[in-house]
């Protein structure tokens, strides 16, 4: 996992210096739930989630550039679902509420696509979002996923609630830098 230098970000590894952006971000009730994690109750529960990222995770802290504010992140793992007919991965993102509605997710997502597929030859992406989270549902449409399907009742969240989960993909053979 290699720094990406994008327009107006930086996507990095984390580092223990993110601790108040990251628990600025991550204790928004608006911000977890969309992706089906509990929201921080403290500081201290974000300081143990950070060191597992350093420690065990394919994850970029998403930086603005110019001030440094860690604002987000984009998850990078493997697609256990396909590993077996395709050098697959999956990927995952968080934004701060507060940089809603900028394109900074698309401007991510897209250029960590790019590493994915010209750098390191991914066969194929997959995501998944949940149906109420339309906002993710809009990132991936303009990055160029394509819709696949929906799993119903596909995941249990941390409050006990069950939902579809809609998963989309995008093949390197359909991928066009954009």
Known sequence: MRTIETERLILRKWQLEDLDDFYEYAQNPNVGPMSGWEPHSSKEMSLNVLKCYIEHDERWAIELKGNGKVIGSVKVCPDENRGKYYNAKYISFVLSAD????????????????????????????????????????????????????????????????????????????????
């Open 99 to 178: 940089y809603w509605g900028n394109g900074y997710m698309t401007e991510a997502v897209k250029n960590v696509l790019m590493y994915l597929f010209e750098e390191i030859n991914i066969d194929l992406v997959s995501a998944f979002h949940y149906p109420h989270n339309v906002r993710s549902k809009r990132v991936l449409e303009k990055c160029g996923f394509e819709y696949e399907t929906t799993i119903k009742d596909g995941q249990k969240i941390y409050s006990g609630q069950i939902f579809d989960t809609v998963c989309y993909s995008i093949l390197r053979s359909e991928y066009h830098t954009q």
